[in-house]
């Protein structure tokens, strides 16, 4: 059963009813071994961090940075500040340190938490450019401070500022302060567009998104939860404390490189994704596939067959299967789909939440009909994750992103933009006043800038408003659409759809390098370098044959005509994608302006 209490004190109310029982698996740094924590260690280590942070001087309502990735000591950094009425700022282990210095001076950040020694050295790099920042307290211990650094400390030392709880007494009278108007975050938003901006999430917001997701979102205290998005990350963020409030067991999945591994010695029961993990998993199969001898290639396409029938054509739609249909599944389940889940480390799967960005209906089918139950949805930073989704052993629409939660309004306004109201909902962002009157209806509406439509009680995605291209010829193109068919292609790891203002789309292209090498070896082509690969005739060939064949149901004009090989993939560091891997296409344009006019010569 639920424990939606503040976060203040959650954790500890939590120890009260689980005790000894398992709360976090984690690794440290660098280190492969497995560990657990008790849900009464956890209440001691954020106990520990509340009273350390009051010896250090951290204020109510004082905005607290946290530069790293998924660690168990971010969590005890979390809720220790929450402990105390504190806000933490939540920033991407992969921020420049251009954004790092951006978040540090707009939020007045005094105190930053940093993971490991890449964030370490940047966060020291800024410092002098950061007249607020005083003191850097480093998570992992085997990192190398820069001598005679009198600004940074190891989070051990920190640790025992809180040995035997000297404040506790100020930290209950804080418990007892705390309230729902608290701010609990300022998480700042990616910036496909241009600066971050912080968005403020309050403890309110946060306890009317889970009574919401309580109630259709079937997590609980026998699940094994993988915490494998960034934990800065609003989808991750959402769901990691919603899985807490239900008393499941957390895994903390530290390298993100490292995820299928995790799984298999884990074997989670839940774990929250982004379309891409899944486009993946899906290429990895469908290549066993294709490489299998021709009986087992049949009989496998035989049970994506009918995998594709028991589910979308009945299950989804509330129908009950054919018993010949249901008997023949079943068996293609025991046999091959369980060896499928098998191999991710997913024999023991409940659901597995989807969001981020456009799920192709090609990879939502084989997710189910491999016995994957994905549970698509959408949300946004400023709706505090969850504003609809599918609901497990409910019907749902393959290419809806669900149905709204309960408490949210969605008005479709001018444009066909989706207006949310509700108490999941930010109040607005953080300094930012002129922004915060523009981002409003004047009824109280916030306005996502997302493009969609409500059929039969589910919630449709069209495309972002900002990213709507329009062609020369007056047609509407939805990139992320295109983009995501496309995706599917082993050949093919990053893509993006140009099309603005131009006569048709044409598409700049980084192919999977590993499946390309491997196929120019198998058909002798000769190449010593990644630029050669990429301008290679017959590699160009055979990407337009299979591009060709997946836009088949893609209109004429929606069609990618031309395209370009690029042989270094998009990145952070070049600003071409943002910490949440969106693609920046402002930075594309400008970064690939020479071979994009190079495809629309005559």
């Known amino acids: 059963m639920q424990n939606n209490c503040h976060l203040s004190v959650l954790i500890h109310e939590q120890a009260k009813k689980y005790g000894e029982k398992t709360a976090l698996n984690y690794r440290d740094f660098g280190s492969l071994k497995w560990k657990t924590l008790s849900w009464n260690q956890f209440s001691e280590r954020v106990n520990q961090v509340s009273n350390a942070m009051l010896n250090l001087g951290i204020r109510v309502q004082e905005n607290v940075g946290v530069f790293s990735q998924n660690t168990v000591q971010y969590l005890f950094t979390d809720f220790g500040a929450f402990g105390i009425r504190a806000v933490t700022v939540p920033l991407y282990a992969t921020s420049s ?8 001076g707009d939020a007045e950040i005094r105190f930053l938490f940093v993971g490991e020694q890449e964030q370490y050295d940047k966060a020291h790099r800024v410092l002098p450019l950061c007249p607020t920042l005083e003191r850097i307290i480093i ?9 005679g650094d009198p600004s940074s ?18 930290v209950e009278m804080l418990w007892q302060q705390a309230n729902w108007d608290d701010m609990a975050n300022i998480l700042y938003t990616s910036g496909t567009t241009g600066d971050s901006k912080g968005v403020i999430l309050t403890y309110g917001q946060y306890h009317a998104a889970f009574e919401a997701n309580d109630k259709c979102v ?3 205290e026998s699940d094994r939860v993988m915490n494998f998005l960034p934990i800065t990350h609003i989808f991750e963020r959402g769901w990691l404390i919603l899985c807490l409030t239900e008393g499941a067991e957390i895994i903390v999945n530290t390298y993100p490189k490292e995820i299928q591994q995790s799984m298999r010695e884990m074997h989670p029961t839940c774990m929250c994704a982004v379309p891409r993990f899944w486009e993946k998993v899906y290429i990895g199969v469908k ?9 087992q290639r049949k009989l496998f396409r035989r049970a994506l067959s009918v995998g594709r029938k028991y589910h979308a054509e009945y299950l989804s739609k509330g129908k009950r299967p054919p018993l010949a249909l249901k008997l023949e599944y079943e068996t293609f389940d025991k046999t091959l789909f369980s060896l499928v889940r098998k191999q991710l480390g997913l024999e023991n799967g409940n659901f597995f939440p989807t969001a981020g960005s456009y799920v192709s209906a090609e990879v939502e089918e084989f997710t189910h009909s491999v016995g994957i139950c994905m549970i698509v949805g959408y949300g946004l930073t400023e709706s505090l994750a969850t504003v609809s989704c599918d609901h497990k052993g409910e019907p749902y629409t393959i290419g809806s992103v669900g149905r709204p939660i309960e408490g949210i309004e969605i008005r479709i306004g001018e444009n066909d933009e989706i207006l949310l109201k509700g108490p999941t909902i930010t109040k607005g962002y953080y300094k930012r006043d002129a922004l915060n009157a523009q981002s409003f209806t004047e009824d109280g509406f916030f ?19 900002k990213e709507l291209f329009k062609t020369s010829n007056g047609k509407y193109i939805a990139p992320q659409m295109i983009e995501s068919k496309l995706l599917v292609d082993k050949f093919i790891e990053q893509l993006a759809v140009i099309a603005d203002q131009r006569k048709f789309v044409s598409a700049l292209i980084v192919p999977a390098f590993e499946e390309l090498e491997k196929y120019a070896k198998d058909n002798d082509i000769r190449f010593r370098n990644h630029e050669e690969l990429c301008k290679n005739e017959a590699i160009i060939q055979m990407i337009a044959g299979r591009i060709e064949t997946l836009q088949q ?4 004009y929606e069609m990618i005509k031309r395209f370009v090989l690029l042989p270094k993939p998009f990145t952070m560091e070049s600003g071409e994608l943002t910490n949440t891997l969106k693609i920046k296409r402002a930075v594309l344009n400008k970064n690939y302006a020479e071979q994009i006019e190079e495809m629309y010569k005559e």
Do not use: C
């Not at 998570?139 to 001598?147: H, N």
């Not at 149901?553 to 004429?556: F, G, N, R, W």
């Open 97 to 104: 340190e251009q954004q790092i210095q951006h978040i540090v």
């Open 139 to 147: 998570f992992d211990r085997s990192v190398r401070m820069v001598k």
């Open 153 to 170: 400390m190891y989070f051990d030392d920190f640790m025992l500022l809180g040995e035997n709880y000297p404040r506790q007494t100020e």
């Open 218 to 220: 079937p997590v609980g």
């Open 287 to 295: 290549e066993k596939i294709d490489n299998a001898g021709a009986v």
């Open 447 to 465: 306005k996502t800038g997302d493009a969609g439509y409500v059929q039969n009680g589910e919630l449709f995605l069209k495309e972002r408003i």
């Open 553 to 556: 149901q893609l209109a004429s």
